[in-house]
């Protein structure tokens, strides 16, 4: 079953056209790898995708409900988390309390609640925290509840991301280059993490150039270049595809990747 589709997507920065009338389907408990060479339009996918974006034309639908031109919190209520190739954690807080941050969207409290300190409130937040504790346990940070996320390796603040991500309990989780910066034995964590969440049944849409982890755990690759999507299909698939091969053996930079750098 589809979970969200893409039709018709467009969006230019300064008159270049990062992404050209894309048409995708995403299905439901699949793992989805979008790659690209530099300048393919993967950024501006991604943020269109989580809102951060305003498309020039086209279509966002998760089941049936469009969300394109609907500003983020929007595409978070809906159900669409994601995760930065940039670090957005909370370095001053402990990674239990990052988490916790990610579950606000799911919890709703009337302010005199929080000013008496209710007995609901108190069950509900004694819920937030063990649900927390358990996420941080599913991506592999046991026992570090307490520890602030200053003192976290990069590779364990690239998964307190998606453990906060994952706090809003999305229906489909947007991870953009989980692996970027990450050394051999911390991107196979990732690797690992990511296997277990799809065989939980998250679905997930995959930005990252990592080729080794997008063979490893996609069920279906979508390859983009130029802002238009070029091949989809299996990893095999994509992976012997000319024009896939073609287009990572010119990836010199483009215009829609400067267009795109300049913009953010």
């Known amino acids: ?32 790898s979008v790659i690209g060479p530099n300048g393919a339009g993967k950024t501006s996918l991604i943020n269109m995708l989580s809102g951060i974006y305003r498309p020039d034309a ?15 919190h929007r595409f978070a209520a809906a159900g669409i ?21 990610g579950r606000h969207l799911r919890e ?3 302010l005199a609640a929080a000013l008496l300190r209710t007995r609901a409130l108190q069950r509900a937040e004694a819920q937030s925290r063990q649900a927390a504790h358990d996420l941080l346990r599913l991506v592999g940070l046991c026992g570090q509840d ?20 994952l706090a809003a309990q999305p229906r489909l989780l947007l991870l953009d280059e989980p ?17 277990r969440l799809a065989e939980a049944g998250t679905t997930i849409v995959l930005v990252e150039h990592n080729m080794a982890l997008v063979m490893e755990v996609s069920d279906h690759v979508v390859v983009l270049d130029h802002g238009r999507k070029l091949a989809e299909g299996t990893p095999h698939e994509v992976s012997s595809h000319p024009g896939v091969i073609e287009a990572y053996l010119g990836s010199a930079e483009t215009p829609a990747e400067e267009a795109e750098a300049a913009h953010a």
């Open 108 to 110: 709703r409290h009337s």
């Open 81 to 101: 988390g994601r995760t930065f190739q940039n670090l957005q954690v909370f370095f001053n807080m402990t990674a239990l309390e990052n988490v916790m941050t």
């Open 179 to 195: 692996a970027a910066g990450l050394n051999a034995t911390e991107a196979r964590e990732i690797d690992a993490l990511i296997q």
């Open 58 to 72: 086209g279509s966002i639908q998760l089941e049936g409900q469009e969300l394109a031109g609907q500003p983020a």
């Open 1 to 32: 079953m589809t979970l969200l589709a893409v039709r018709g997507l467009e969006k230019s920065f300064g008159g270049v056209k990062a992404i050209g009338g894309v048409d995708l389907r995403f299905e439901r408990g699949a793992v989805h």
């Open 146 to 165: 307490d520890t602030r996320a200053d003192a976290m390796s990069y590779g364990a603040l690239k998964r307190l991301e998606i453990a906060r991500a």
